[in-house]
């Protein structure tokens, strides 16, 4: 048996996922749709009989008041639980065997006490450079095993191009060393570095870019970049909070 896991697509369908949906035995749907209209060319690419599961994301309104949070169903003989946030999986799973959650938009497996934890990362809009993945779960007998599928895009192909004023630019910077990168530390004022990443955002700068400008550790700029993304409206105070750290007065 053949599991196409996708999440977070945003209200865009890629031709490949649809091909892809279409080829499995089942679909699961980790949340952050966007529209019923994603729904509904899910239910025409998938086979006829195929399962299809699917959750309510953060950012699926209205629309989508009647999805569950959370769905525990079983594929292959293999007993599953999906939600959309990594954090809202209960403590203690019970039975289930396999984990599938969304939210983060970056790929993630991960094997823990005989149970598969799969984030299949997002593949619907491409938002700073991320990748665009999904996974397939093959199911046989009773053991499983995982396919990431990372599927090109235009702004991925771009970044193999090296041009003056491109991220390709400032990232080759970044690999070889030619700037002091760096993670705010304490005594630093932390909310005007986020201030001054959200503007960036705002310019459409990439991460590579932004880290660049500002000398600040890629890694840190793309965890500010997907709490961004990831929860619209959020300001830097917000993410802050969301970060877990000490929050600097806003003397402006």
Known sequence: MRIAVISDTHGLLRPEVIRLVGACDAVLHGGDINSRKILDEI???KKKDAPFYVVRGNNDKEWAENL?????????GVKFFMTHKKKDVPQEPGDSQIIIYGHSH?????????RLWLNPGSCGKCRFNQDITMAVLTIENGAWSVERIDIPHED????????????TEAETAMDASDVDVRIPGEGEDLLKILKQILKRMEKGQQVAKIAADLQLDPVFVEQVCRIKVTHPGVTA???????EVNRTVDVN
């Open 237 to 243: 105070n917000g993410i802050m909070d969301k970060m």
């Open 68 to 76: 569950p949070v959370y769905e525990e169903f079983i594929l292959g």
């Open 43 to 45: 239910e025409r690419a």
């Open 106 to 114: 970056k790929y993630a497996e991960e094997s823990r006490d005989g």
């Open 156 to 167: 991925r192909r771009n970044r193999t191009e090296s041009r003056p004023g491109t991220d």
